[in-house]
């Protein structure tokens, strides 16, 4: 019932900003939340930020003053504007959309910090 379509990955340094977006369609259900996870190589997928229906906000703490999530005016795009890439911030980035019938999940987008 809903699919999402994550772009804007890629490659960046070391202090380097990389906006990622997922686009999400749906038909006869409502998205609550959507949200934006990680997953480091040999590591669990981790929250890195969620944006209710009503524009609360959440985030990790690792990326507080340095990530901000957004939603556009028709609720059917999320952003994930990064700054200040860390290494650490290297991983495949998730797009995660909360209905009643349960969360759905994009394919993921690959986002690389190396120098």
């Known amino acids: 019932q809903v699919q999402l379509v994550e772009s804007g990955g890629g490659l960046v340094q070391p202090g380097g900003s990389l906006r990622l977006s997922c686009a999400a369609s749906?038909?006869?259900?409502?998205?609550?939340?959507m949200g934006w996870y990680r997953q480091a190589p040999g590591k669990q997928r981790v929250l890195v930020a969620t944006i209710t229906s009503g524009d609360s906000t959440n985030y990790a703490g690792s990326v507080k003053g340095r990530f901000t999530i957004s939603r556009d005016n028709a609720n059917n795009t999320v952003y994930l504007q990064t700054n200040s890439l860390k290494p650490e911030d290297t991983a495949v980035y998730f797009c995660r959309a909360d209905t009643i019938w349960g969360p759905y999940w994009g394919q993921g987008t690959h986002v690389t910090v190396s120098s």
């Open positions: 749906e038909s006869g259900v409502s998205i609550y939340a």
